[in-house]
């Protein structure tokens, strides 16, 4: 043995294999375990050998580190120890660069060891083996290791850890899976560098690419930049297997927006190599009744993304919020994401509050380009969707049209996606699947209705079942809103305000069939529908109202609905008014005991505001 002041201990790099251990030397290693007849030491990730019982200096515990010389190497590889206890000594890392396979290579490398660099995306305790899900430049994979049953392997890595790893490519259940044989959490200049470059690339492949928009639009131009920074944070999320739980209004618009990026997520985690189930496990979409995102939407989800935390050792979700988020309303929900440091990002069309876009990764909102609410939140999800993966164009191109006819808007981007798929949908089916939607999502209550709602919107390509579905629920729909409205119409009130617009009103509540459809926001909107049409040319205002709650529909009366809240907020004490929505469409609550007060600051200041001089001919809407 050389002389104590000049030994050199080696530490072996996890890219080492045996090939780089040489007799004699004496090397660094961490006790691994113990047996009758000696002391296994770990060398690195990749190496173990033996200390004999006989060759063992002190006592020692597992996990502590011990300096060994190597006296042989086995033909079979087993490698026997010596430990040695220097007091002087120069300590040298052994490095060498194994060749590093991509995650994206693996079909190809079914049946063979591999040798990888990546991150740790999720780490999940089975009954069975510890499952890492694992993240590279090129892709995501599973790495299964066992130590045994429902014990944890390698409890020294952690989520988000930097890992090199080794081990034979199996496919399991027709998924290719990692059968690892050693893993180490890297550290220091090793865990930066292979950071840094699955950073770089995976910024890079989240890129969307350069696509045209369906249709030809000056503020959808505008809004180019945040569509695309939104689709960038979502395949990144796809791609770094972030969870995705999208929330949307519970109404046609709501949904196509939601439903064409679900189509877009989905296939780009098929993309990725995962199969159904896994797609579903990582993307969840939520209907929200209000049109915000309220607390009891983000007690939910935060209640399950830390339960799933937990559980599976996943990240924290990104959440997306479509057709709901702009507004003053969703902060309370939106402190609480921060609180949990969850990532949000929105795309909706309601008049947005500044405030919110302190609480966001990302915001898309026609209101931040001069544009309004016509330009509708199916419009836009429909755009970011095939930002997202450009494949599902031919799948969603009608979801606009659905969107626009069922959110009554009138910008000229509405006959422009009308145009777009004549050929194949007629405005009056666009009206029919926007009214399904409306039906059937009132009693689905909370739950997504997924494939429901793919049948409806005719994802599929199943045309003659969304037919036959459609007709169906437009029927059960008309007869129910006739139903309703035979029921309130006759209790409807008029009378003229100060700038000369008509006020109608009537309580939904006690003039209306209830928990049912349809429900008092679209009874309202139906009502007003039908006084628009009594009163061709002249500005119109509805206003359906119960115990705590008011909703507003309005034609020709250029009303802020938003900025009203607010003042009544601030000028009826006691109140406990919100609310908001469109400029022109929207709702407020308050306390019931001060319902008359409220309705009555809320018409004094219809009364007050603007009409237009002239109006078009009333729409079949």
Same mark, same amino acid.
């Given at each position: 043995?050389?002389?104590?002041? +000049?030994?050199?201990?080696?530490?072996?790099?996890?890219?080492?294999?045996?090939?780089?251990?040489?007799?004699?030397?004496?090397?660094?290693?961490?006790?691994?375990?113990?047996?009758?007849?000696?002391?296994?030491?770990?060398?690195?990730?990749?190496?173990?050998?033996?200390? %004999?019982?006989?060759?063992?200096?002190?006592?020692?515990?597992?996990?502590?580190?011990?300096?060994?010389?190597?006296?042989?190497?086995? !033909?079979?590889? !087993?490698?026997?120890?010596?430990?040695?206890?220097?007091?002087?000594?120069?300590?040298?890392?052994?490095?060498?660069?194994?060749?590093?396979?991509?995650?994206?290579?693996?079909?190809?490398?079914?049946?063979?060891?591999?040798?990888?660099?990546?991150?740790?995306?999720?780490?999940?305790?089975?009954?069975?083996?510890?499952?890492?899900? #694992?993240?590279?430049?090129?892709?995501?994979?599973? $790495?299964?290791?066992?130590?045994?049953?429902?014990? @944890?392997?390698?409890?020294?890595?952690?989520?988000?850890?930097?890992?090199?790893?080794?081990?034979?490519?199996?496919? =399991?259940?027709?998924?290719?899976?990692?059968?690892?044989?050693?893993?180490?959490?890297?550290?220091?200049?090793?865990?930066?560098?292979?950071?840094? &470059?699955?950073?770089?690339?995976?910024?890079?492949?989240?890129?969307?690419?350069?696509?045209?928009?369906?249709?030809?639009?000056?503020?959808?131009?505008? #809004?180019?930049?945040?569509?695309?920074?939104?689709?960038?944070?979502?395949?990144?999320?796809?791609?770094?297997?972030?969870?995705?739980?999208?929330?949307? %209004?519970?109404?046609?618009?709501?949904?196509?927006?939601?439903?064409?990026?679900?189509?877009?997520?989905?296939?780009?985690?098929?993309?990725?190599?995962?199969?159904?189930?896994?797609?579903?496990?990582?993307?969840?979409?939520?209907?929200?009744?209000?049109?915000?995102?309220?607390?009891?939407?983000?007690? @939910?989800?935060?209640?399950?993304?830390?339960?799933?935390?937990?559980?599976?050792?996943?990240?924290?979700?990104?959440?997306?919020?479509?057709?709901?988020?702009?507004?003053?309303?969703?902060?309370?929900?939106?402190?609480?994401?921060?609180?949990?440091?969850?990532?949000?990002?929105?795309?909706?069309?309601? *008049?947005?509050?500044?405030?919110?876009?302190?609480?966001?990764?990302? *915001?898309?909102?026609?209101? %931040?380009?001069?544009?309004?609410?016509?330009?509708?939140?199916?419009?836009?999800?429909?755009?970011?969707?095939?930002?997202?993966?450009?494949?599902?164009?031919?799948?969603?191109? %009608?979801?606009? $049209?659905?969107?626009?006819?069922?959110?009554?808007?009138?910008?000229?981007? &509405?006959? =422009?996606? #009308?145009?777009?798929?004549?050929?194949?949908?007629?405005?009056?089916?666009?009206?029919?699947?926007?009214?399904?939607? +409306?039906?059937?999502?009132?009693?689905?209550?909370?739950?997504?209705?997924?494939?429901?709602?793919?049948?409806?919107?005719?994802?599929?390509?199943?045309? +003659?079942?969304?037919?036959?579905?459609?007709?169906?629920?437009?029927?059960?729909?008309?007869?129910?809103?006739?139903?309703?409205?035979?029921?309130?119409?006759? *209790?409807?009130?008029?009378?003229?305000?100060?700038?000369?617009?008509?006020?109608?009103?009537?309580?939904?509540?006690?003039? $209306?069939?209830?928990?049912?459809?349809?429900?008092?926001?679209?009874?309202?909107?139906?009502?007003?529908?039908?006084?628009?049409?009594?009163?061709?040319?002249?500005?119109?205002?509805?206003?359906?109202?119960?115990?705590?709650? $008011?909703?507003?529909?309005? =034609?020709?009366?250029?009303? !802020?609905?938003?900025?009203?809240?607010?003042?009544?907020?601030?000028?009826?004490?006691?109140?406990?008014?919100?609310?908001?929505?469109?400029?022109?469409?929207?709702?407020?609550?308050?306390?019931?005991?001060? &319902?008359?007060?409220?309705?009555?600051?809320?018409?004094?200041?219809?009364? =007050?505001?603007?009409?237009?001089?002239?109006?078009?001919?009333?729409?079949?809407?």
């Amino acid at each position: 043995m050389a002389n104590q002041e +000049d030994m050199i201990v080696y530490s072996l790099g996890p890219g080492c294999g045996l090939e780089e251990v040489e007799e004699g030397k004496v090397y660094a290693g961490i006790v691994q375990g113990f047996a009758n007849f000696g002391t296994f030491v770990q060398l690195n990730a990749r190496l173990k050998g033996l200390v %004999h019982k006989s060759n063992i200096i002190g006592t020692h515990e597992e996990k502590e580190q011990i300096f060994v010389q190597v006296i042989n190497i086995r !033909n079979n590889g !087993n490698i026997d120890l010596a430990e040695v206890a220097p007091t002087v000594f120069r300590l040298e890392t052994v490095t060498r660069r194994a060749k590093v396979t991509g995650l994206g290579e693996l079909a190809s490398r079914v049946g063979r060891d591999v040798t990888l660099e990546a991150t740790v995306a999720q780490i999940k305790q089975t009954s069975g083996p510890t499952i890492f899900t #694992l993240v590279d430049a090129t892709g995501s994979g599973n $790495a299964a290791a066992f130590v045994e049953a429902g014990v @944890r392997a390698y409890p020294e890595v952690e989520l988000g850890d930097s890992v090199f790893v080794v081990g034979e490519v199996m496919r =399991r259940q027709n998924q290719l899976q990692i059968e690892v044989s050693a893993m180490e959490a890297l550290t220091g200049e090793d865990a930066q560098r292979v950071h840094d &470059r699955i950073e770089a690339a995976l910024d890079a492949r989240a890129e969307p690419e350069e696509i045209p928009l369906l249709i030809e639009s000056e503020a959808m131009e505008q #809004l180019r930049p945040e569509m695309r920074k939104v689709a960038k944070r979502i395949r990144r999320a796809v791609f770094e297997a972030q969870p995705i739980i999208l929330r949307h %209004h519970a109404d046609a618009d709501g949904i196509s927006a939601a439903v064409a990026v679900e189509q877009a997520v989905v296939s780009l985690i098929k993309e990725e190599g995962n199969d159904l189930d896994t797609a579903y496990y990582l993307f969840k979409r939520s209907p929200s009744k209000a049109p915000f995102y309220e607390i009891e939407d983000i007690t @939910r989800d935060l209640d399950f993304a830390l339960k799933d935390n937990v559980r599976f050792g996943q990240k924290m979700p990104l959440i997306v919020l479509m057709d709901n988020g702009s507004t003053e309303e969703d902060i309370p929900a939106m402190k609480v994401a921060r609180v949990y440091d969850i990532p949000m990002i929105v795309v909706d069309h309601h *008049h947005p509050d500044a405030i919110v876009d302190d609480y966001l990764v990302a *915001h898309v909102n026609p209101y %931040h380009v001069g544009a309004d609410f016509g330009i509708t939140a199916g419009m836009l999800g429909t755009e970011v969707a095939r930002l997202i993966f450009p494949g599902v164009s031919d799948r969603i191109k %009608h979801f606009p $049209a659905v969107a626009a006819v069922g959110d009554r808007s009138e910008a000229p981007e &509405r006959q =422009r996606y #009308l145009d777009l798929i004549a050929e194949e949908y007629s405005e009056d089916v666009c009206k029919d699947i926007a009214l399904a939607l +409306d039906y059937e999502q009132f009693w689905l209550r909370f739950n997504d209705g997924r494939e429901i709602v793919k049948d409806i919107l005719n994802v599929d390509g199943e045309r +003659d079942l969304q037919d036959k579905f459609v007709n169906l629920l437009v029927d059960e729909a008309n007869a129910a809103i006739e139903g309703q409205m035979e029921a309130s119409m006759p *209790h409807v009130t008029e009378e003229i305000l100060p700038n000369g617009a008509h006020l109608f009103r009537i309580d939904v509540e006690i003039f $209306a069939h209830r928990f049912t459809f349809p429900p008092p926001g679209k009874t309202s909107g139906e009502i007003h529908d039908r006084l628009c049409k009594q009163h061709p040319g002249e500005p119109v205002v509805t206003l359906g109202f119960g115990p705590d709650f $008011a909703v507003l529909r309005s =034609r020709g009366v250029m009303m !802020n609905i938003p900025q009203m809240v607010r003042e009544l907020h601030e000028e009826i004490r006691g109140g406990g008014i919100s609310g908001g929505g469109h400029l022109v469409v929207g709702s407020i609550k308050f306390v019931e005991g001060m &319902r008359e007060a409220a309705l009555a600051g809320l018409v004094e200041k219809i009364g =007050r505001v603007p009409v237009e001089s002239s109006l078009p001919a009333q729409s079949e809407d």
